[in-house]
């Protein structure tokens, strides 16, 4: 790990302020950026500490639903009662996610902006678009391994998948993400348009101008119904997902899908939750409609379409 000088932020402006410094990184939970440091795939000249900024309050907004401050931890946010009571999918992904070491520290901005876990992206011996941009995509190479990676909202620069499993259910949620910049003005971001997808630049990661800070996360007011969160994964704790399914149904047979594990953002389309009433299948045709899988990873579409069937067979 390289040498980096060290502040901690009395308040969010002032955090915003500080992290305009070329080389500036934000520091919360540390469970993320603290092993691309060690890897020397992050190298900040500074880290800012934000964990005393006093955003890690989780409050009801006026419109009914919940303001969740980006300093709140995944524990405390996946235990709150209303969180639980009316959002139960969102606490369950949580708790599908890292151990329970991870949680106690990892924040709610922090997970949003957790880097991919592509394998041939942490090997810094290996070409790779999103840690160099221009290198070229190892992962795309001849007898590259990519079975765990994206099959659809992928590129011909990264096929790397998004490692969040409280984003997908924030998805499903139809969360939006509230951030302050350095001049004092405040932004507010749809899931889909904070997590631009690859093309020719996979380095971009999300819609953050420099400097620029998640402050919260807005739930809308609770759309009720059966919901759920099921992760299929190498071993039963502590692995990111292979596929994982969000799913609220309503008593109707309308609702929402958000798939993780399959691409560079949690993904869902308006088309497939329409498609909801006629059963997987149709799901998952408009779901992964364009998909482009490679012979290692095929099997998530098919994977996908089981799992959701599988959540519905339990209604």
């Known amino acids: 790990m390289r040498a980096f000088r060290y502040a901690r932020a009395a308040d969010p402006a002032a955090a915003a302020s500080a992290a305009q410094a070329p080389g500036a990184k934000f520091i919360a939970g540390g469970t993320n950026l603290l092993d691309l440091m060690k890897h020397e795939i992050e190298t900040p000249t500074q880290v800012i500490d934000v964990t005393g900024t006093g955003l890690d309050t989780i409050a009801p907004t006026p419109e ?23 959002y139960p999918l969102l606490s369950r992904a949580l708790v599908s996610g890292a151990s329970g070491q991870l949680r106690n520290k990892a924040t709610t ?32 190479g001849e007898g ?66 420099p400097g620029e800070m998640i402050t919260s996360v807005v739930l809308p007011a609770p759309v009720g119904g059966r919901q759920t969160y099921y992760k299929v994964r190498d071993r039963a704790s502590y692995a990111f997902a292979l596929v994982s399914v969000a799913l609220i149904q309503q008593d109707d047979g309308s609702g929402r899908v958000a798939l993780g594990g399959v691409a560079p953002r949690p993904w869902r389309r308006d088309a ?34 089981r799992t959701l069937a599988a959540l519905l067979e339990e209604t």
């Open 64 to 86: 009914g639903g919940l303001r969740i401050g980006a300093m709140a931890s995944n524990a405390a946010l996946s235990a709150d009662t209303r969180v639980r009571r009316d």
């Open 109 to 140: 901005g922090g997970n949003l902006l957790q880097r991919t876990r592509c394998a041939y992206f942490y090997d810094t011996a290996m070409p790779c678009n999103k840690r160099s941009p221009g290198a070229g995509c190892a992962a795309q």
């Open 144 to 209: 590259a391994t990519t079975r765990q990676l994206g099959v659809i909202g992928i590129s011909e620069a990264c096929i790397a998948t998004h490692p969040s499993d409280m984003a997908v259910a924030l998805r499903a949620l139809d969360a939006e993400v509230e951030t302050l910049l350095p001049d004092g003005r405040t932004r507010r971001f749809t899931l889909d348009a904070f997590y631009p997808l690859p093309g020719d630049s996979p380095h971009i990661e999300s819609a953050l101008a």
């Open 272 to 305: 497939a939750d329409e498609a909801l009433p006629q059963g997987a299948s149709a799901v998952m045709e408009k779901l992964l409609e364009g998909a482009r899988p490679t012979r290692d990873n095929a099997y998530k579409l098919r994977l996908a379409e």
